[in-house]
């Protein structure tokens, strides 16, 4: 029977030995596998773990580049660290059994949330992942600061640079299936993990009676370096000695700054001193992560005071429109002494104020302070007066030593009005400059504006004035205080006063065309004031139809002039030359004489004033084309690769769009060249 029972827990462990080696997360518990339980470690000392408990294997992410790879925390053991000298970080983790394979990943923690290193690919430094065995980690010999998936990978990389201030964290995660520890020692880089400042008692405090004292360290301490039973500290006085010593939150830290000291008696009031001295079982003070120790024989005063009720001490400052009294108390209030009610309290004033209720920010039961809630904000000037009652519960407050506030004792305070950002203004427009005049009223004791305009500098003044060159929607914004509360607006003003004198019309006017002008102006005109150029003038927006004559076979130009106003008044003025045509009738000359003598010397198409898509072009005798224009005015002058064209006839093609008509148009014919 019992070897039967020892093969079935033979088969247990190894099943559950493969479960884990195929990838199945186990939940560690022990101090120091996570990472919000890293050990604290130091650039100074080697760090030591004997064994390694079996658990974890979460993904990891990584800088490597295989996908087909997970990384994880398999076996693990997390190590914190802060830079104190800024440079290259190298250390060394040398496993006990040289045949484990140990890999380990560095992440920046700074001002994160630690366990974001497991998805937060911008916490990673460097890693190693090398499937060889043996000693690994950062050094000289290495060439990359990511290092990854599989044998033949080196063992060591690049050293990181560490940053003056950073907190990191070190993962060691260990692939073999072992429980064989390693050690982790640091050293050749240039930067330094090590904490310069040295390790001292900061103050004590008696609670209550003097039964416990609190120690305030200067900075955090190992906690297996205090002894439970205290005698690493001595009173000097014979009415009690202390019989206990714990680190604060030690139950799920390595390090702490606070201890409590617990007497064999109460200690009358009255002012001692406490001294640290070597344990009787280590032999040494406290120690830092560096193991350095406090050194013996350093003391800290301790002031035991009677016992009395804790005051009300202060209120702290209040936001605007508060819906929440904050009372600061000099000793913690037990929280069961609250009435959640808020009938502890009344509050008295100009006008009437509810309370809805009271509550405390609880730790173990007790907060330093008491939020008294109301039921509306308090939104009007006043000063007002919170005291201390005994409410619905029979008591006032009772604090930690157990005993009452006091009733009757108050303490005042004074709510500021809201504000109101709203804002008037005058504009004082022009037609090259426009001038806003701001103002606010300043109500309710508001001492403090900020004035942010479109495309000027921002004002701080309570009225100032604003010069716009350019015309438009103006975006302006204000925020006002009072020195509690504050309000902010943003209007748009419209600064219309812009005008720009435009119209549509014709360039090429031929005999009998009707030309119809249009009045293209931007802004709010007035006024219009058209001259056309033919003796006709008009004030119209839309102007009747205009007629031009031609005479003497001359084609002449013409100014079209517009000018337009608003109210004002400003005014602006557009020109056009428009050219009257004594001839539109497009034709090609049947004949021409390229000779140079200022006489029919090119050959295009006449009169192609109105004409769009227009191409001309000119064929030889072989059919070859000899000319081609897209431009009207562009002339074949008679020449053929720059040299003078054959005496002949040519034949041309011609095809534009008529602008009046917006008909296709297809010529053909034949000229002769004439030298």
């Known amino acids: ?21 195929k990838g199945q997360a186990q939940t560690c518990t022990t101090l120091g596998q996570t990472a919000q339980t890293a050990f604290p470690i130091c650039g ?41 000298v800024p440079g290259t970080l190298g250390f060394q983790i040398t496993p006990n059994d040289l045949n484990d394979d140990y890999d380990w990943q560095l992440f920046d923690i700074t001002g994160r949330n630690v366990a974001a290193v497991y998805s937060d690919i911008s916490m990673f430094v460097a890693c190693n992942w090398s499937g060889e065995p043996g000693i690994t980690g950062a050094g000289p010999s290495g060439n990359s600061l990511a290092l990854c998936e599989g044998p033949g990978v080196p063992l060591f990389s690049s050293m990181p640079n560490i940053i003056l201030g950073h907190e990191y964290l070190i993962l060691i995660s260990h692939f073999t299936n072992s429980q064989s520890g390693y050690s982790l020692s640091f050293g050749g880089g240039t930067g330094s993990i090590t904490d310069p400042k040295m390790p001292h008692l900061d103050y004590a405090k008696a609670i209550c009676d003097g039964t416990t004292i609190a120690i305030k360290l200067n900075k955090k301490m190992k906690c297996s370096s205090i002894q439970s039973n205290g005698n690493e500290f001595r009173l000097n006085t014979s009415v009690t000695n202390v019989i206990s010593a714990i680190g604060v939150g030690c139950g799920s830290s390595f390090d702490t700054d606070s201890l409590m000291l617990t007497l064999s008696n109460p200690i009358p009031p009255g ?29 800290i005063p301790l002031t035991v005071y009677r016992i009395s009720p804790t005051p009300m001490d202060s209120i702290t400052k209040l936001a605007c429109a508060p819906k929440t009294i904050q009372l600061v108390f000099k000793k913690p209030i037990k929280c069961n002494s609250i009435a959640l009610n808020g009938s502890d309290f009344i509050i008295t004033g100009p006008y009437p104020v509810a309370i809805s209720g009271a509550r405390g920010n609880c730790v173990n039961g007790q907060s330093n302070i008491v939020y008294v809630n109301l039921a509306t904000p308090l939104r ?19 604090d930690e030593c157990n005993q009452e506030c006091t009733p009757g004792q108050f303490l005042n305070f004074t709510i500021a009005d809201t504000v109101n950002a709203d804002f008037t203004y005058s504009t004082l427009l ?67 006063n812009y005008i720009k004198a435009g119209f549509e019309g014709v360039i090429y006017i031929c005999p009998n065309d009707q030309v119809v002008f249009k009045d293209t102006s931007v802004g709010i005109i007035s006024h219009w004031e058209w001259d056309f150029g033919n003796g006709n003038t008009s004030i119209s927006p839309t102007p009747p139809t205009q007629f031009y004559i031609a005479t003497n076979h001359n084609n002449y130009n013409t100014p079209i002039r517009l000018i337009v106003s608003n109210n004002i008044p400003c005014s602006d003025t557009v020109t056009q030359i428009a050219k009257v045509l004594w001839n539109c009738y497009i034709t090609v000359p049947s004949a021409f004489t390229p000779n140079n003598d200022g006489l029919n010397d090119y050959l295009y198409p006449l009169n192609a004033y109105k004409t769009r898509e227009l191409k001309f072009s000119v064929y030889n005798r072989f059919g070859e084309r000899i000319f081609y224009s897209e431009n009207w005015m562009t002339k074949w002058n008679g ?10 006839t040519y034949v041309w093609t011609l095809s534009y769009t008529d602008i009046d008509t917006n008909k296709k148009v297809e010529r053909r014919g034949t000229t002769v060249l004439i030298r």
């Open 380 to 398: 009007r000037a006043g000063n007002f007066k919170i005291t201390l009652v005994r409410g619905n519960d029979l008591n006032t407050l009772i």
């Open 271 to 299: 002012t001692y001193s406490i001294t640290i001295q070597n344990g009787n079982t280590d032999g040494n003070t406290l120690l830092d992560n560096c193991d350095r120790n406090i050194p013996p024989g350093e003391n």
């Open 1 to 21: 029977m019992r070897k039967k029972k020892e093969i079935l827990f033979l088969l247990f462990t190894l099943l559950l030995q493969f479960q884990f080696h």
């Open 639 to 648: 020449s053929y690769k720059s040299k003078p064209a054959d005496i002949g």
């Open 44 to 84: 100074t000392t080697s760090f030591f773990q004997n064994s390694v408990n079996i658990c974890g294997n979460t993904d990891v992410v990584s800088r490597c580049t295989s996908s087909a790879v997970n990384f994880t925390d398999k076996n693990p053991y997390w190590y914190r660290f802060t830079c104190w």
């Open 430 to 496: 022009g037609c090259k400059k426009d001038v806003i005049n701001f103002t606010h009223n300043g109500n309710n004791n508001v001492n403090n504006w900020l004035w942010n305009f479109t495309n000027q500098p921002a004002s701080t003044i309570q009225s100032p004035s604003v010069s716009y060159l350019n015309f438009g929607i103006k975006d302006i914004k204000l925020i006002v205080n009072n020195g509690t509360c504050s309000d902010t607006i943003s209007k748009k003003i419209n600064l219309d």
